[in-house]
């Protein structure tokens, strides 16, 4: 082995912990509560999406146009760099969860619209005949019915925000990608060091992929029964 590959070796092995630690301290948790914060403003918003009650449609319709129809960088750049301008400072940690928790509202609402819009008409009126409301029909028949339709794709936006959370850089968040990037400056190896982040972000993704193919044939031996 010649130097210059032992010197590569040493950087690999040096910086993998740091980079770890960085996911681990900041990708997964600003992960979880974007998605979880994201997950609640997307149901609200699609119930208010699909209620009769127009203004409240119309806003959530504004809510999701606006979001789904900008990039997720122009929006974090507007809450971080932004704001101030208009007397709102936040940290960079808070911004980003914001940022991220706005854009899970706008897309995951899609998807439990959808689900919650692909269970036949027919349930609804099952519900009413037994005298429920349209509340009591929602939760009791509509909701349970439309959460095996919509895990899949909110679990592959909880994926897919795993990786999305190395945006967090640009808003000055450490998280695994900003890491990579400070530890560049110092050894000047990008390519080495870029791909290091990418492989951790790999294994993050597939450690999650590998959980919901695990909950999914769960909830279908569940279903089964």
Known sequence: MDDNTQRLLDIFVDSFLPLLKAGVAFTIPLTLISFTLGLILAFLTALARISSVKPLAWLASFYVWIIRGTPLLVQLFIIFYGLPAAGVTLEAFPAAVIGFTLSVGAYASEIIRAAIQSIPKGQWEAGYSLGMTRGQALRRIILPQ???VSVPPL?????S???DTSLAATVTVTELFQKAQQITATVYEPLLLYCEAALIYLIFSTVLSSLQNRLEKRYDRTSAK
């Not at 679990?155 to 994926?159: D, E, K, P, Q, V």
């Open 146 to 148: 439309s959460v095996r």
């Open 161 to 163: 925000l795993v990786k």
């Open 155 to 159: 679990f592959n936006s909880f994926i």
